[in-house]
């Protein structure tokens, strides 16, 4: 049995994660998308809520498992004996910059962290967690972007912590 892990912060998972997500899950017996904590991020939803949105996203898909941890990627991958490689999706060029350092990285704590590249969709290249993160705090539509089964819940989360965070900087300015 092959098992992957699929890592990223997923705030919030997108359709251009859920193409990876779903794209991978058809190559190995098992996917575990495994939400990380990268301390030079600041995040819009806790880690239990982007577990849940991640289940609420995949509940289609019967292979995929979620999990989350607070450490190192290639320190995940020992603590799970199952798992073959690491999947990693890319949009453009500069992903891969990142994510050819990140592989080498990995490989270089854990010899037996493989690294497979999974080129995103045409239609998803562009779309970003943090993409979709300004676009809906501005009230923009982000549909397109997200699960339809929770674009809702996500559009009414960050619109309302930037409508609360702007009437914080309007009463600051007074």
């Known amino acids: 049995m092959k098992t992957a892990i699929y890592p990223g912060s997923f705030d919030p998972v997108t359709n251009g994660h859920l193409d990876i997500i779903t794209r991978a899950s058809k190559m190995f017996d098992k996917l575990i998308v495994v939400v990380l904590i ?21 509940a289609h898909l019967p292979n995929v498992e979620i999990a989350s941890y607070n450490g190192l990627l290639a320190d995940y991958f020992n603590t799970r004996e199952d798992v073959d490689v690491i999947v990693k999706g890319l949009r453009a060029t500069t992903d891969f910059e990142s994510e050819f350092q990140q592989a080498h990285t990995n490989k270089d704590l854990n010899p037996k962290a493989e690294t497979v590249f999974i080129p995103a969709s ?8 943090s993409m979709v993160k300004q676009v809906a705090m501005f009230g923009g539509d982000v549909s397109k972007y997200l699960p339809e089964c929770i674009h809702e819940e996500i559009k009414q989360k960050l619109n309302s912590e930037f409508t609360a965070a702007r009437k914080a900087a309007q009463k600051n300015d007074q």
């Open 38 to 58: 990268n301390p030079f991020k600041s995040f819009a939803f806790t880690i239990p809520e982007r577990c849940e949105l991640l289940r609420r996203a995949t």
């Open 122 to 129: 045409q239609n998803t290249t562009f779309i970003s967690s």
